[in-house]
């Protein structure tokens, strides 16, 4: 019998599509209990699951609930295949990214703020924002009071099964869509990411969805910015680390661009640290992808991903196959 560790924290009734034939063990971090197990599903907190992998033994599968997966091979080794949950996150970190642009470009925080201060004509400040950020200071009439993202070009960085998501869902807005990934494709065009500074200057939004790799950290920093639109909109739904952070600051308070994000360099972010009081960002705390059918989906992957194991079928979501 295949014995299947997977996180106390997490409810049994969650495991119900698993194989009879399989095992489950609850395994809580504050336990110092040795298990023998086949297949470890770790804590999607990896300070949580890093306290658990010492007391495993015997572990030939790892089954993420998560789709990054950048700090459990140097944990577990390399004979260890390793699977993540590519899929689970797709409509809800789409979903945060595609909130995350509207939040920006209708300017919710201003709003919010007039809201509070309980001042209607407090409205116009939106028109000096708008010219302030976009470097249009034409006297438009009306006022503007928001931007539109239907016909805005749009450069995704990162063109796996989130990009695809994001793309689906921005499709009813009529943007022009700039595809960037590490492999590039003709059908439909996908540049490769060494044309990523000649393609940054078209874009008004530019979406980070990739994952963390040696050749994406610091992908993004002054250069990049510095080629960047006046009034240009980044937005990191991928890893901190991909953005210099420090090249951030200064484009924020130089005014030129603006940023969504839910990720952060570093994380979580200090208090008092400059990003919190930056010009012109949303920040979350890394909630994208933490919905309420978010733990079903993860664990239904899993388990159709045991099953390709336990089969011997080749496995859908491998990053890493055990040597």
Not at 94 to 117: C, G, H, M, N
Not at 231 to 245: E, F, I, S
Not at 257 to 276: K, Q, S, Y
Not at 306 to 312: I, S, V
Request: net charge neutral; proline share 8%.
């Amino acid at each position: 019998m295949i014995r299947v560790g997977y996180p106390a924290v997490l409810s049994r009734d969650l495991f119900t599509d698993f194989p009879s034939e399989v095992e489950l063990i609850p395994l809580s971090e504050k336990s110092d209990t040795v298990h023998e197990i086949d297949v470890w599903i770790p804590d999607p907190y990896s300070t949580r699951a890093l306290r658990v992998w010492p007391h495993l033994r015997g572990v030939r599968l790892v089954l993420s609930l998560m789709a990054g997966t950048e700090w459990i091979p140097a944990t577990v080794g390399p004979h260890v295949t390793i699977c993540s949950a590519r899929g689970a996150h797709n409509i809800s970190t789409a979903e945060w990214t595609l909130s995350a642009i509207f939040t920006l470009l209708k300017y919710v925080p201003l709003y919010l703020d007039i809201q509070r201060s309980g001042i209607w004509k407090r409205r116009f400040e939106a028109s000096a924002h708008y010219a302030t950020i976009t470097g249009d200071a034409r006297p438009l009439y009306p006022p503007v009071m928001l931007e539109e993202l239907t016909g805005k070009t749009v450069l995704i960085v990162g063109h796996g099964s989130i990009g695809k998501e994001i793309e689906r869902m921005l499709a009813p807005f009529h943007v022009e869509l700039i595809r960037v990934a590490r492999t590039p494709r003709a059908q439909p065009l996908v540049h490769p990411v060494t044309e990523l500074d000649s393609l940054l200057p078209k874009a008004d939004i530019v979406i980070l969805i990739l994952p963390l790799t040696d050749e994406s950290r610091g992908l993004i920093g002054t250069a990049q910015f510095n080629r960047m639109r006046h009034g240009a909109l980044l937005v990191n739904a991928a890893r901190g680390p991909v953005v210099q952070t420090d090249a951030l600051i200064a484009a924020l308070q130089s005014g030129r661009i603006r940023a969504a994000l839910d990720v952060t360099d570093p994380e979580p972010l200090p208090e008092g640290h400059p990003l919190w009081s930056c010009p012109n960002l949303y920040i979350t705390p890394h909630i994208g992808g933490s919905s309420p059918q978010f733990a079903a989906r993860s664990v239904r992957i899993a388990a159709a991903e045991l099953r390709r194991f336990m089969a011997g079928e080749p496995l859908h979501n491998a990053v890493q196959l055990a040597v």
